[in-house]
């Protein structure tokens, strides 16, 4: 058996349970005192409306005049300073790798000529000549090395 809920309230009222205008009227009552005791708060909360005690409010979403300004002629010097640094850092590091490139390529040749020389040398004592030639090698390897460690200018 289905009741809707009227059926249903009148059942309950019919029985005791529940006094009917009397239940209207004091919710009635409960909400509008809740709802004007919560307006009441709310209503000073929102006329500060944001103020702080150190003055007026600042503006939220805004991008401050001085944040949004063009560069003056000092500023555009600077730039242009900054600018001609990395482009002389580039032009330097480009210089020193072929400069590391070309020392390496040589340090190769003469490190295959010293081994063919040393191959054909067998088991014989090397002759000065090559043991000289491998100090040169080992010279120029210990110089590209440090062109390859030392950063130029660029902090």
């Known amino acids: 058996m289905k009741f809707s809920w009227l059926q249903f309230k009148t059942i309950v009222a019919g029985q005791g349970l529940i006094p009917r205008k009397r239940e209207s009227t004091s919710r009635r009552a409960i ?4 709802g004007t005791l919560m307006l009441l708060v709310a209503l000073p909360v929102c006329a500060q409306g944001g103020q702080t005690a150190n003055g007026p ?17 000092n500023d555009r010097m600077v730039m242009q300073q900054e600018h001609q640094k990395a482009e002389d850092f580039e032009r330097v590091n480009a210089a020193r790798l072929r400069q590391i490139n070309d020392e390496s390529n040589k340090l190769l ?40 460690k030392v950063t130029v200018g660029g902090g």
């Open 31 to 34: 909400m509008f005192a809740v």
């Open 57 to 73: 409010p600042k503006p939220v979403g805004y991008v401050l005049p001085e944040a949004n300004r063009p560069p003056d002629a």
């Open 109 to 148: 040749i003469l490190a295959r000529d010293l081994k063919a020389k040393v191959d054909l040398a067998g088991t014989k004592p090397l002759p000065p000549e090559l043991i000289k030639e491998a100090e040169v090698i080992e010279l120029l390897a210990h110089d590209v090395q440090q062109k390859m």
